[in-house]
């Protein structure tokens, strides 16, 4: 249930409490039925809108609640990467080949920072990483060793197969002394 709906049932089931207290009160006699009877006329006469609205909006709120009991309840499949064994099916989800691709990307030296997304294309499994690097290493050696590691990781872990891992560098990361090294040399 989504948080707009928990919201109109806890606002619905407040406006029943408060409707059911009143109807206790008036039928029980704790109330002189004298208090109630302007209000019964008003809404019988039909001359008040207000009540008519009320009614309709809490005929539109039962039929959503009454409709949506009848609503699937099915746990929803995580998207991943699905391969099939002797004994059955496996879903490995792509959360779980990006937190792998990151875990061996970041054992490349050189890399700062990371974001990762995997596809699971006709064509091949295919895993994009964007990176930022220190530059200090240079960029072919450091992009090939990427490559080769994340590959072999997600292969060997997941039992995957990859067709391809791009590289994006998206920037040189700042050296945090270049400053101070400049002034003193």
């Excluded at 290493?137 to 997941?158: F, M, R, S």
Aim: aromatic residues 8%; contains cysteine.
């Amino acid at each position: 249930m989504n948080l707009f709906d928990r919201f109109i049932l806890t606002i619905y089931s407040f406006a029943l409490i408060v409707l059911s207290c009143i109807a206790i009160a008036a039928t029980s006699g704790l109330v002189p039925q004298d208090f109630f009877r302007p209000y019964v006329d008003q809404m019988l006469a039909g001359t008040n809108i207000t009540y008519l609205i009320v009614a309709i909006i809490f005929l539109v709120v039962s039929l959503r609640f009454f409709f949506s009991s009848f609503r699937s309840n099915k746990p929803k499949v995580e998207r991943g990467i699905r391969q099939r064994s002797d004994l059955g099916e496996v879903n490995i989800t792509i959360q779980t080949i990006q937190t792998i691709a990151e875990r061996a990307a970041r054992r490349v030296k050189g890399v700062r920072d990371m974001k990762t997304t995997v596809k699971a294309l006709e064509s091949g499994n295919m895993i994009t990483l964007r990176v930022s690097v220190d530059g200090e290493t240079p960029l072919p050696e450091l992009t090939q060793k990427l490559q080769a590691d994340v590959k072999e990781q997600v292969e060997g872990i997941a039992g995957v197969d990859i067709s391809e891992v791009a590289i994006v560098v998206t920037e040189v990361a700042q050296q945090e002394n270049y400053a101070a090294r400049k002034r003193v040399e």
